[in-house]
């Protein structure tokens, strides 16, 4: 359940939820305490206006006889004096716990009750006349006593008082005692209310709070293997599953530092190693120059001819370094262009071509790919890509055979797919997954012929996917290696050369 929804179900509990139960606790507690003074009556459906008021009760339940006695002294208040109509009377009165009283010129003439005359005797000579039907009488609370009168005059000329007496005592005091009890029950509600609520709220808000809190001092302290506990669906749970996301984002951060700072130590020792080679024969070359060891004219070209090679591989390891530096920064600067992969490939195997003749290697060019194909790309990338893997192929060759390298342009849909094929030594399986990452060599020996930064094949797996295409090899152990790539087509050029010109998409256009 969300923040929101569980606050809003608070608000509505701690308004709804007592309300109910203080509702169940009044019709309970009044059953329990209020008693009926009339065991016959049914008490169920009047128990909350007794609660409410026992005076208006007594009225009630009185009325009757009430109106029947104020009929009487109207029409035929001799009746009066007719002990078996008043016993009739006082019958229905004393199922209510009152009583009958007439008087007769201040005297006595009927007690329907004597103990409750005897209880309200004092009090009669004070009680005001009812008029009429009304049902209203006069209340002694000191003593619980409800009286009503009605007064009336004999032919005779003596003059009569007719006492309806109800003593309520025991209404009252259940009533008062009810109420104590229901607001006890109120404050129960209450308290039992807010300590749910409260308990509620501390193990599904400040618990997984308290456990997202322990978490993040565990990360503080280096501790990033213990895992963010996740409990439920609610922000606090989104929140403790994003804190364990950054978890695990930052411990993978922190292994890739690692292993980074594990490569950066093998490249330092790497290009170290791959410089003190040429260095050294410059410096043996040199040596021999100055001293005059070179004594004729092909030892002096042979000297300088080594130290130009060397000084080459030197610079080969540095442009190395340099490209290494900006993948890891990832700003490698990149001009992407609409170029004829046919015309670019032409043109650069032609002068790759001459120098591998000089290898005793052979470089065969297959075009299966429509010629007008244009791709996008950026040329001096894509050169440097080809001249790494061409340049791996001549590391690697087998001695054993003449040197053969093909490259192969066909045509895979939305992509032209460049395959560059060597007859060499091959990769085992196992290094062949790996061949692609940084300072990986499959040749473990680095022996000075092989030599090599472990970057070039993972300088290009970096410039062919951020131009959008793929890159992956496959060998065979003894026969020889493919490494293939794709290139995106560009689907703004049309294969019809004259319309690429007239629309400003022709080859060596810039991609917007």
């Known amino acids: 359940m969300k923040l929101k929804k569980r606050i809003a179900v608070a608000f509505a509990l701690v308004l709804i939820f007592p309300l109910v139960l203080t509702t169940i606790a009044f019709f309970v507690i009044f059953r329990q305490n209020y008693t009926s003074p009339n065991k016959n009556a049914n008490f169920g459906e009047s128990s909350i206006s007794v609660a409410a008021n026992p005076v208006e009760y007594a009225n009630d339940v009185t009325r009757e006889v009430f109106n029947e006695l104020s009929l009487c002294i109207q029409k035929t208040p001799e009746r009066l004096a007719n002990a078996e109509y008043l016993d009739e009377l006082n019958k229905k009165l004393a199922a209510y716990k009152s009583a009958l009283v007439i008087e007769k010129n201040g005297v006595a003439t009927y007690k329907g009750s004597e103990s409750l005359y ?94 997202l809190r322990a978490s993040t001092k565990r990360m503080k302290s280096g501790d990033l293997d213990t895992p963010v506990k996740v409990t439920g669906n609610d922000e606090i749970g989104e929140l403790a599953s994003d804190f364990d996301d950054m978890r695990r984002h930052i411990k993978e951060l922190l292994a890739e530092n690692r292993r980074h700072e594990i490569d950066t130590k093998d490249l330092i020792v790497n290009i170290s190693h791959d410089l003190k080679t040429p260095l050294t024969a410059i410096k043996g070359y040199s040596e021999g120059l100055l001293e005059g060891v070179a004594n004729t004219p092909e030892k002096r070209e042979k000297y300088v001819r080594t130290i130009f090679t060397k000084a080459g591989e030197m610079t080969t390891l540095v442009d190395e370094l340099s490209t290494f530096a900006k993948i890891d920064t990832n700003s490698i600067p990149y001009h992407f262009k609409s170029i004829n992969i046919f015309e670019y490939f032409e043109d650069g195997i032609s002068d790759i ?114 131009g959008g295409g793929r890159i992956w090899a496959e060998s065979t152990e003894g026969t020889g290696t493919t490494v293939i790539f794709m290139l995106r087509k560009n689907p703004n050029v049309s294969k019809d050369i004259s319309e690429n010109k007239d629309s400003g998409n022709a080859k060596g256009d810039n991609i917007e």
């Open 118 to 211: 005897n209880k309200s005797k004092d009090m009669l000579d004070r009680v005001s006349t009812s008029v009429g039907n009304a049902d209203s009488g006069n209340y002694f609370g000191n003593k619980g006593i409800l009286v009503k009168k009605l007064s009336y005059t004999l032919t005779d000329g003596s003059v009569g008082s007719a006492f309806i007496i109800t003593d309520i005592s025991e209404l009252v005091e259940n009533s008062k005692k009810g109420l104590v009890t229901l607001i006890f029950c109120v404050i129960l509600i209450m308290l039992a209310t807010a300590g749910g609520l409260a308990i509620w709220l501390y193990r599904s808000i400040l618990l997984p709070l308290n456990s």
């Open 353 to 466: 071509k001459t120098d591998l003749e000089l290898q005793n290697i052979e470089l065969a060019f297959f075009p299966y790919a429509d010629k007008t194909t244009d791709v996008i790309a950026d040329p001096e990338q894509l050169t440097r890509v080809v001249n790494n893997i061409i340049s791996n192929s001549v590391k690697y060759r087998d001695p054993a055979k003449v040197g053969l390298i093909c490259i192969r342009l066909m045509d895979a849909e939305d992509f032209i797919r460049v395959e560059i094929e060597d007859n060499g030594k091959g990769i085992d399986r196992k290094s062949l997954p790996y061949i692609f990452e940084r300072f990986y060599r499959a040749d473990a020996s680095r022996n000075s012929k092989t030599g090599g930064s472990g970057l070039g094949l993972a300088i290009c797996k970096k410039i062919i996917e951020d």
